[in-house]
């Protein structure tokens, strides 16, 4: 093997591990950089949070302008479970 063949593969063994690097932590870098894509604006809908129930029912816990509903999903149907109470503060007057 000539030298010019060693130097190509160690260039060509770099070149591959910088891009298993660029594109594990390239997003996280751009992000703090501000390139990529833009940030969401808050909008008036929103997911809070999910829990699995099991391998295919979901219950998701979602935000439209200040209300929250519980959606029960995957199921043979989706479900609206209800509105959830609109929460109080230990000091408000009922």
Known sequence: MASHDVMSAALALIAV???ILLSRYGWQVAARLGIGMPRRRKG????EETLAL?????LSLVSCEGRRLLLLTGGASDV???WLPEQTHPG???
């Open 17 to 19: 591990l910088a891009m």
């Open 44 to 47: 008036a809908l929103g997911l």
């Open 54 to 58: 099991d391998s295919r029912r979901r």
């Open 80 to 82: 609206v479970v209800g």
């Open 92 to 94: 408000d007057a009922p």
